[in-house]
T-cell receptor, first 111, second 112 residues
Framework: KNEVEQSPQNLTAQEGEFITINCSYS?????LHWLQQHPGGGIVSLFM???GKKKHGRLIATINIQEKHSSLHITASHPRDSAVYIC?????????????FGEGTQLTVNP | DAGITQSPRYKITETGRQVTLMCHQTWSHSYMFWYRQDLGHGLRLIYYSAAADITDKGEVPDGYVVSRSKTENFPLTLESATRSQTSVYFC???????????FGAGTRLSVL
């Protein structure tokens, strides 16, 4: 079993829909990261959080430390949101310096 | 240019050859990382460095060598390339640990 599991693996939505991507992890962490990888391959960090909730524009990330679960929400989705979304964790035993990644969620938003 | 840059962007080589992938960052970030990305595996850490002259192995270090004589540079060398090292390689840096990681554009390496 992977230490970081994402669901769903693939997600297709219509423009304007509310989207949720889930991430569960099984190790002790100091922080959780959400990243976005565009079709061209570039990887961008969206959020790093260790508790609660963060919001940036139409993106919201939440984390529940007790349940070892995080969600990434996209409100009013748009075709430009189409990308792979990757969850990663900074592990306690490595002083947080190393990331362990989920396999990603491929999101396609149709107009 | 400010940021983190990788070179080359694309590389084709033959089995047994030595290949060096370059990574340069202009922020003076302490931490630098090398990852490989393969279908079915996601991103996996090859090596990382917490500061100049300090490096450590990640999940998949076999067949790779790194050095960090200067804070801004973190080259990755494949000593004798194998077909299994065909992959997309990403370099990243961060200011602190844990910290947001900033990724280079990637190097697509094919070993024939």
């Amino acid at each position: 079993k992977n230490e970081v599991e994402q669901s769903p693996q693939n997600l297709t939505a219509q423009e304007g829909e509310f989207i949720t991507i889930n991430c569960s992890y099984s190790v002790g962490i100091s922080a959780l990261h959400w990243l976005q990888q565009h079709p061209g391959g570039g990887i961008v960090s969206l959020f790093m959080l260790s508790s609660g909730k963060k919001k940036h524009g139409r993106l919201i990330a939440t984390i529940n430390i007790q349940e070892k679960h995080s969600s990434l929400h996209i409100t009013a989705s748009h075709p430009r949101d189409s990308a792979v979304y990757i969850c990663a964790v900074s592990r306690w035993e490595t002083s947080g310096s190393r990331l362990t990644f989920g396999e990603g969620t491929q999101l396609t938003v149709n107009p | 240019d400010a940021g983190i840059t990788q070179s080359p962007r694309y590389k084709i080589t033959e089995t047994g050859r030595q290949v060096t992938l370059m990574c340069h960052q202009t922020w003076s970030h302490s931490y630098m990382f090398w990852y490989r990305q393969d279908l079915g595996h996601g991103l996996r850490l090859i090596y990382y460095s917490a500061a100049a002259d300090i490096t450590d192995k990640g999940e998949v270090p076999d067949g790779y060598v790194v050095s960090r004589s200067k804070t801004e540079n973190f080259p990755l060398t494949l000593e004798s390339a194998t077909r299994s090292q065909t992959s997309v390689y990403f370099c990243a840096s961060s200011e602190r640990s844990p910290g947001i990681q900033y990724f280079g554009a990637g190097t697509r390496l094919s070993v024939l």
